[in-house]
C-alpha cells in the first residue's frame, strides 16, 4: 500500500456490523451474483451503481449513506440496483447528531464518492474492505490516508476490465480531504464504455516479385491468351476457298507466286 500525508481522517469503510440489507423480490445480491457469473461486465454494474448514485445527489439531493457490495442487487436482466438505505439522509449544511459509535460525521456526498471507491476496489479484487476495517492496525492505516496498491497486469482484477482510468479515477476518490474528491457525475467519465474495435486497414500493395504479384501477372496472361483464342479468325465458306484456290492456279500458270509462298502451296 502506498502512502499520502494526511491531517483528517477520511470515512472508513462501513463498518463489518451493519445491518445487511434483505434481497428485494426477483433481485439477487451483488456478491453471489458475481460468483455465479464469473464473466460479468463489472465495468458496466459500477457505471449503472454510479448512475443511480448521481441520480441521488443531483435529482433526489439525498446522500445514500452506505455504498457498499451488500447493498447491492442485481435484476434478472444482468442490470444493478443501489436501493435507498436506512442512513439515507437530505443534503444538508446542518450538522446533525451521530445515529452510532461508528457513524463519522458530517456526512456528505463525498462519502458517498469515497465508498463507492471501495466499492469498486472490492467488485473488482474481493477484497472486502469491511474485513480490512476489522484490523485496528489496517484501520488506521486507512485512516491516515494510506491507498491500496495497483493490482499488476495479468492479475484478475485486470482481466476482470480493472484498467488505469479507473484505477486513477479510484485513487482520487480515496483522497483524504473529502474537497479533493470528485463528484460523482465526473467519477462515472472513468467508466464510459470503451471504444468498438478500430477495423484495421487495408494491407499495402504487394511489391513486383512477391508470390501474389507472380500469381496475378500469371493470370492476366493467362486471361488475354484465353482471350486470343476465342477471338480467332472465322472459317472461310466454300465459296471462299474455291475463290482463293482459282486465284493461286492463276498466279503458278502465269509464274507470279514467290517461291516461299508457291512452297507453302506444294506442302
Known amino acids: 500500500m502506498s502512502t499520502t500525508p494526511s491531517t483528517t481522517p477520511p470515512v472508513a469503510p462501513a463498518a463489518a456490523t451493519a445491518a445487511i440489507l434483505p434481497a428485494p423480490n426477483g433481485l439477487t445480491p451483488l456478491k453471489p451474483y458475481l460468483a455465479a ?3 460479468a461486465d463489472r465495468r458496466s454494474l459500477l457505471q449503472q451503481i454510479g448512475v443511480q ?12 449513506g452506505d455504498v457498499k457490495m451488500t447493498s447491492v442487487f442485481v435484476d434478472e436482466r444482468g442490470v444493478a440496483h443501489l436501493p435507498k438505505s436506512k442512513t439515507t439522509v437530505s443534503i444538508t449544511s446542518l450538522p446533525r447528531a451521530p445515529r452510532s459509535p461508528e457513524e463519522r460525521l458530517p456526512m456528505t456526498t463525498a462519502t458517498d464518492v469515497y465508498a463507492f471507491a471501495w466499492l469498486v476496489f472490492h467488485v473488482y479484487t474481493d477484497i472486502d474492505p469491511q474485513e480490512l476495517a476489522r484490523e485496528p492496525k489496517m484501520m488506521r492505516m486507512i485512516a491516515s490516508g494510506v491507498k491500496p496498491n495497483r493490482p499488476g497486469p495479468g492479475t484478475l482484477p485486470t482481466q476482470r476490465g480493472l484498467s488505469d482510468t479507473i484505477w486513477a479515477m479510484l485513487l482520487r476518490c480515496l483522497e483524504i480531504s473529502p474537497a479533493a474528491r470528485p463528484p460523482i457525475t465526473e467519477v462515472l467519465h472513468a467508466f464510459d464504455a470503451p471504444p468498438p474495435p478500430i477495423h484495421p486497414p487495408p494491407p499495402p500493395p504487394y511489391e513486383e516479385g512477391t508470390e501474389h504479384a507472380q500469381t496475378t501477372v500469371t493470370t492476366s496472361v493467362s486471361d488475354v491468351t484465353s482471350s486470343r483464342d476465342t477471338t480467332a479468325e472465322p472459317t472461310p465458306s466454300p465459296e471462299q476457298e474455291h475463290a482463293t484456290s482459282a486465284t493461286v492456279d492463276r498466279q503458278r500458270e502465269t509464274g507470279s507466286l514467290t517461291p516461299e509462298v508457291q512452297d507453302d502451296v506444294e506442302m
Do not use: E, Q, T, W
Not at 445527489?57 to 445514500?64: E, K
Open 53 to 64: 448514485l448521481a441520480v441521488f445527489h443531483a435529482v433526489d439531493g439525498v446522500i445514500h
Open 37 to 39: 457469473n464469473p464473466r
